[in-house]
């Protein structure tokens, strides 16, 4: 078992074909890295083989190090699971509980994770975590199921990052509707996780440092994004700011100018 | 041959985990087939079928389905052998959660999915208590904190099983489960082996047919409930 994560290491497989995966790729704690590629270019085997932490024993025959070494069976399959916490693209809340019920429920089942902090305080941690990522507060006694769909994925993520003790954080696309997402991954890379996320957003995938570029099941190149990169991710905000000053007065009501749109 | 038996609830998802699964075994070189065990009607052989998978249905209709499966395992791992298969999977729902379809030596495992309520395992009985492995589905559609939760709570029942997450769906998870079907025990025919626990006792009026409700027509092994010899009236409401 490992105490602490220092990195997951992803060695090459093969692709789709059998050619050799050319790019690996070495991740430490507070890493964001984003996963791009089309559609079926293998980004969902991508994620499961580190969920996996596979052996060259997945289709893709990838191996996955944890701190540079091979993890042994007793750590792939059991305490293995509590390596890696999942961010998936449909994200509801069944379990008929209020909101602080459910973070305390969950809290139970990660004891360590909450040695040292009350239960009320970490209930709290969590709520405002979460209210800092939506526009619409989340209360102690809402009940899970009548939270939208911002409010939930908010919740979801600030009890990812600060109740959570898994260290490695896999997401499938972050849904845009009503949750800041950038703040969703400042507040993850913060908590030193090392996070990959599969997106087709540009906004997303240039808020990473580095991505895996996927292409027939392998993965191609991982790309460190550059300064320009940078600049034009800044364009791209405040264009994605300006969409969403529109969709605001939209809610209000209002009726929008022709100049509506300004984002320079 | 080996054998495994696959039971959970209705809708559990335990046909597309085993289509999944078979495939991976396939894929390795196993040449596997299914033996569904169902109570009223079922499609799922066909879904076996259409895969080119060898499948046998069995439909318990009024029988006690646990008692029918248990007075049938025996010839369907016969034709399991005469079929050359390397490994035979019983599949059945769990039905009343008192019985499990579990057989000492052979890989036992029960299916049950997120969606079923927090408290469903603890209400459950050998079926869980007694698995090998447990296999959770449908993690996609609930936030980790509620697998969490919800795995927690099988751990609580069943200390002992692994428990794997997998996605009927996608298939993710069934690498492990796969190799853990292909390390399972040969077994070498079933007579006097023994299930993991007793059916539960029978046999009363009502088994035999009897539909009229009262004292006068109940024979046999009847259990009374427990009702306090007086119950305090409610108080009255103003």
Redesign the interface.
């Known amino acids: 078992m490992f105490a602490e994560i220092t990195s997951i290491t992803i060695l090459g497989g093969r692709s789709k074909s059998g050619e050799l995966e050319q790019a690996e790729i070495t991740l430490v704690p507070g890493d964001l890295v984003a996963v791009v590629g089309p559609t079926g270019s293998g980004k969902?085997r991508l994620l499961?083989d580190i969920?996996?932490i596979?052996q060259r024993?997945?289709p893709s025959g990838r191996q996955i190090l944890i701190n540079g070494e091979v993890a042994e069976p007793a750590v792939r399959?059991?305490w293995g699971?509590r390596l890696i916490?999942?961010?998936?693209?449909?994200?509801?809340?069944?379990?008929?509980?209020t909101v602080a019920e459910?973070i305390s429920?969950?809290a139970?089942?990660?004891e360590e994770a909450i040695s040292g902090s009350s239960e009320a305080d970490l209930i709290a941690r969590v709520i405002s975590q979460a209210n800092l990522l939506t526009g619409e507060p989340i209360t102690q006694d809402s009940p899970l199921t009548s939270l939208s769909g911002g409010q939930?994925r908010a919740l979801?993520i600030a009890?990812?990052a600060v109740?959570?003790d898994s260290p490695i954080v896999l997401i499938d696309e972050i849904e845009n509707a009503g949750i800041d997402r950038r703040q969703a991954l400042d507040v993850l890379v913060r908590n030193q996780k090392i996070v990959l996320m599969a997106t087709h957003d540009p906004i997303l995938a240039l808020l990473a440092e580095r991505r895996i570029v996927l292409k027939g099941g392998a993965m191609v190149k991982v790309l460190e994004s550059s300064a320009d990169e940078s600049a034009l991710l800044v364009e791209l905000q405040r264009a994605d700011a300006a969409m969403i000053a529109i969709r605001e007065q939209l809610r209000r009501g209002e009726s929008l100018a022709p100049t509506a749109f300004r984002y320079r | 041959m080996k054998l495994v038996t696959v039971a959970g609830p209705p809708s559990s998802g335990k046909t597309s985990m085993l289509l999944r699964v078979i495939d991976w075994l396939r894929e390795t070189g196993i040449s596997v087939g299914v033996v569904k065990f169902d109570c009223v009607s079922s499609e799922d052989d066909e879904r076996y079928r259409s895969k080119g998978i060898p499948v046998l249905l069995g439909l318990a209709g009024n029988l006690c389905p646990d008692h029918y499966f248990v007075t049938n395992i025996e010839a369907c791992a016969q034709w399991g052998k005469e079929q050359g298969l390397d490994m035979l999977i019983s599949e059945s729902a769990g039905l009343c959660n008192r019985c499990s379809p579990f057989i000492r030596k052979a890989l036992a495992i029960c299916v049950i999915d997120n969606l079923s309520g927090m408290n469903t395992p603890a209400k459950m009985g050998p079926l869980l208590k007694q698995a090998d492995v447990v296999v959770i589905t449908k993690g996609d559609i609930v936030s980790q904190a509620e697998r969490e939760v919800f795995q927690h709570r099988v751990r609580k029942v069943n200390a002992r099983a692994e428990i794997i997450q997998m996605n009927g769906l996608t298939g993710q998870g069934k690498e492990r489960l796969g190799s853990l079907l292909a390390q399972s025990e040969d077994l070498d025919g079933l007579e006097g082996r023994k299930l993991r626990f007793s059916m539960p006792a029978a046999v009363c009026s009502y088994c035999l047919g009897e539909t009229k409700i009262g004292s006068d027509y109940q024979m046999g092994n009847v259990k009374s409930i427990a009702i306090p010899a007086s119950i305090p009236a409610a108080p009255e409401v103003n």
């Open positions: 969902s499961a969920e996996y596979a024993d997945t399959f059991a699971r916490a999942q961010l998936s693209q449909n994200m509801n809340f069944v379990m008929d509980a459910f429920m969950h139970e089942c990660r939930s979801m009890d990812t109740l959570s």
